[in-house]
């Protein structure tokens, strides 16, 4: 039913990714694509430092992947790795158009500061601005 299932993934949310992963498993997809948003390096740092950063950041979103790629390659699904930078809810919309998936697998555990609460999560910021099914797992 879906053959591409894209799930993001982020450091932060280690527990909450593995429910998500497992909820995206019992999908059967055929490839799942692990997405990690991470955030821009700020302008005004240039040069050897800005690549430096942009490098040491790249790195430790590769890594966050390991343990999730031996997850799903267990389980038989192709498994690919996408890293990006940018604000997360525009950057899984983007890619979720660009990459044609079926469904996007996301965790919410509901409004929880009041930064979600006066602009939205990111779980709803996408949900608003996807024409992509969205499967939430709740906690």
């Known amino acids: 039913m879906f053959d591409k299932v894209l799930l993001p993934i982020s450091i932060k949310t280690k527990e909450r990714s593995m ?77 979720a158009e660009r990459e044609k998936v079926d469904v996007i697998v996301m965790f919410s555990d509901g409004r929880d500061c009041v930064t979600d609460m006066l602009l939205g999560s990111c779980t709803e910021r996408v949900l608003r601005n996807t024409l992509t099914t969205l499967l939430i797992i709740r906690k």
């Open 19 to 95: 429910k998500a992963i497992d909820a995206a498993l019992h999908l059967s997809p055929k490839e799942i694509i692990l997405l990690h948003v991470l955030d821009p390096v700020p302008e005004m740092i240039g040069g050897k430092d800005r690549q430096q950063l942009q490098h040491d950041a790249d790195e430790a979103g590769q890594t966050i992947f390991a343990e999730y790629e031996a997850i799903i390659q267990k389980a038989n699904a192709h498994c690919t790795k996408i890293i990006d930078r940018g604000v997360p809810a525009n950057v899984i919309v983007k890619v």
